[in-house]
């Protein structure tokens, strides 16, 4: 796990208001951010796996926007601090929301044998990145362009109409950048666990 990048990272980079009430919600008992899984059985879902996956974010982030195509035609621009909210928070949402669970599946020999993996317990149910935006401004205040970029990371995979995801990108580019660096986290760098 890499708490300590993490809070390393963050500490370097955001420094707005309320940014360390935010962090010390995140390292607190009542929280759950930093031993978390991604997701109940794919991408990082394993203990830490949100952390990890947030860092994750982060690093593509910063690769994309690094691009000189990026920079110079599309003239996306963005603040250390900027990048490191809208990645490194981006998934506040996921919090407090898995429970170590277990399962049964088949092997490749037909023989059932319980395996672990997580529960998905929303005791928030306020969608996805716009609980993130909910949670995160709780603490501190986003930019409008912050806020639809995590509101719209999951891009067009997620729940949203996809009309407004395309306006959201076609106004906000770093939605769009955000999106594109979740993704890349999510399918090439995450593994999902094998099962037996």
Known sequence: MNKEEFIKIYTENIKREGADK?????????????TAPASTR?????????????????????????????????????????????????????MNCYKPSTRNVKDSHGVWHTVPTWSYEDEMPYGHGEKSVYII???????????????????????????????????????FALSTADMEATYFMEETPELP
């Open 137 to 175: 401004s709780g603490y501190m205040r986003l930019t409008r362009e912050e806020a639809f970029a995590i509101r719209y990371h999951m891009g067009f995979s997620g729940n949203e109409d996809k009309m407004n995801v395309g306006n959201a990108f076609e106004k906000f580019p770093l939605a």
């Open 42 to 94: 794919f991408h990082s879902a394993y203990t830490g796996g949100l952390a990890d996956h947030s860092l994750n974010v982060y690093h593509c982030l910063k690769d994309y926007l690094q691009r000189p195509r990026v920079k110079e035609i599309y003239g996306l621009n963005v603040s250390d601090e900027t990048i490191a909210i809208v990645s490194l928070l981006h998934d506040l949402c996921k």
């Open 22 to 34: 935010l962090l010390t919600y995140l390292t607190s008992d009542s929280c759950d951010f930093f």
